[in-house]
């Protein structure tokens, strides 16, 4: 047998700010979320969807080395974590770059493979001065000639030396050996096209016979002035006269190398090569000390994929690049809607129940998921114009995890001002004094799934951070939804005559629970000698 609640009060409640407030706020904080979404970024209210929702396109690398030997574990991995840091400073959210046997595969969101095929140049930059140049003469196709792409790796490295032979010389060359490589300068086949096998391998130190990269050009060239290496930052932008180019800045030794070079060699013609082709060749009009301009008729996107390149580094490695394919949304898609069809059908059963059990507080529930869901839509889609994130299958499961926690917040609030029903307070009171107990519930629970998500995050790859993301997310929308929505909904429903009545909202049962106890703590009282008056005024 329960003993009757003889206290006087449990304690002095803490003063709340009126419902309206928090209220108020919230939808302050959402409208300003959807006028960003809406008069931002284009306006438009799509989330970024990644590769397994929106489709995308693959590209397999194939590493190759200068003598044919097959590269080690340490440079593929070097090398994916540099295209992995291209990636994510072009912000492609959703791309994956992994290592297949002596592949690289990249697979980013979209049907632009220009972009995934960017991303896997070697990105040797050197600075050389320039001997001499002429335009480039077309070749004709030799039909028995194979790409590098196809070739074994033995044949790799023999094209590789091959290529050296007749375009490089030492840099002791004397003039004998310098007439043979002007000679060399109008066999180079030039085309966009070709494949040749010297791009990346090209000795720094030596004469080189280099094709020029869209301006139709063979040059001489003298050995490297520079180390692309040497490159302290590169940021893209745009010239006076609206051009993009791509800006460098030197470091260490190199920048006093640079300014004194730059010094000495005004009106001297200096090429900067990337990948054994020759970007710009401008001639040097006065004394360059700070900041270096490398133009070559990119357009915006080359330009800052070059920058990006350059910025974390040349590759370990050269590759040879297969043709991009496009990979289907399709399973994606099939998948998402299954996912969505059996999460709607649970949700309406979760509904379906609140509000028979609930009635008019599990209706307030339905509304507190409604604005948890538009809150949690319109930050993703923020969140895609602004970082990056993309939302695919893995983060589609961490939302409707997250938005079953909220009505798991939901019921530990509801069931707590049962309680204290059932210790004989009256609807308003209970809300008030549930509240205070619940709440300490629901951040204790929200801040253990928060943790996880972030240990979540922090460790893992791919799709499980998407899924930790939206987990972590989920659970702080969460925590605004109880405090700003559902308590002062509920805290407004107990004021209201109508909807206080038990047979509204869903607490008769526990109500006339309330009653007998009332009851039975007066003829407590009574019995006791306390005023009865007195005992009501405790349990208020």
Aim: glycine share 10%; net charge positive.
């Amino acid at each position: 047998m329960t003993k009757p609640n003889l206290r006087g009060g449990a304690g002095r409640l803490r003063r709340e700010a009126p419902p309206w407030q928090p209220l108020t706020i919230f939808f302050v904080i959402l409208g300003i979320i959807y006028g960003l979404v809406f008069f931002t970024g284009g306006g438009s209210p799509t989330p970024k969807l990644g590769i397994d929702l929106q489709g995308g396109t693959r590209v397999v690398l194939t590493a190759r080395t200068d003598n044919g030997s097959a590269p080690s574990a340490s440079q593929l991995d070097q090398a994916r974590q540099i295209i992995d840091q291209r990636v994510n400073g072009l912000g492609v959210g959703g791309s994956e770059v992994v290592v297949n046997g002596n592949t690289i595969v990249i697979t980013v969101p979209g049907d632009d493979g220009k972009q995934a095929r960017d991303l896997g140049q070697t990105a040797r930059l050197y600075i050389r001065p320039v001997v001499e140049q002429q335009p480039a003469q077309p070749q004709k196709k030799d039909p028995n000639a194979k790409d590098v792409v196809n070739m074994t790796p033995q044949e790799q490295s023999a094209a590789v030396d091959a290529a050296r032979k007749a375009r490089q010389a030492p840099a002791n060359a004397d003039e004998a050996t310098l007439a043979k490589l002007r000679a060399e300068m109008a066999k180079v086949n030039c085309s966009p096209e070709y494949s040749d096998p010297l791009v990346g391998y090209d000795k720094p130190n030596e004469y080189l016979v280099a094709c020029g990269k869209d301006d139709g050009m063979v040059y001489l060239l003298k050995p490297m002035l520079i180390d692309g290496r040497d490159i302290g930052q590169a940021k893209s932008g745009q010239n006076q006269t609206g051009a993009w180019t791509v800006n460098v800045d030197f470091k260490g030794d190199a920048q006093k190398t640079w300014a004194d070079f730059t010094g000495k060699n005004v009106g001297v013609q200096t090429a900067v090569t990337l990948d054994t082709r020759v970007l710009s060749a401008p001639s040097i009009n006065q004394q360059i000390l700070g900041t270096t301009e490398i133009s070559g008729k990119f357009t915006q996107s080359e330009a800052e994929a070059l920058a990006n390149a350059l910025k974390y580094g040349s590759l370990p490695l050269s590759f040879a690049m297969s043709d991009a394919q496009t990979v289907s949304a399709t399973l994606g898609l099939q998948s998402l809607n299954a996912g969505l069809i059996a999460g709607l059908v649970g949700l309406i059963l979760v509904l379906i129940y609140s509000l028979l059990y609930y009635r008019a507080m599990g209706f307030l529930s339905v509304l507190s998921l409604i604005w948890a869901g538009a809150m949690v839509y319109g930050i993703i889609v923020l969140l895609g114009r602004w970082i990056g994130f993309t939302l695919d299958l893995s983060g589609i499961a961490g939302l409707i995890i997250g938005i079953g926690m909220t009505a798991d917040s939901f019921v530990v609030y509801f069931e707590r001002i049962k309680d204290e029903m059932r210790e004989g307070r009256t609807v308003r009171s209970s809300v008030t004094r549930g509240w205070q107990s619940a709440r300490r519930t629901v951040w204790t629970g929200n801040a253990v799934s928060f943790i996880c998500a972030a240990i979540i995050y922090l460790l893992a790859v791919g799709a499980v951070r998407g899924f930790a993301f939206t987990l972590g997310l989920t659970t702080l929308i969460d925590i605004m939804i109880v405090f700003m929505v559902t308590h002062p909904m509920v805290v407004l429903a107990s004021r209201n005559s109508f909807l206080s009545r038990p047979a509204v909202n869903g607490l008769g049962a526990v109500s006339e629970v309330a009653r007998e106890r009332r009851k039975a703590q007066a003829a407590a009282r009574s019995a006791a000698g306390v005023s009865v008056d007195a005992s009501e005024g405790g349990n208020q």
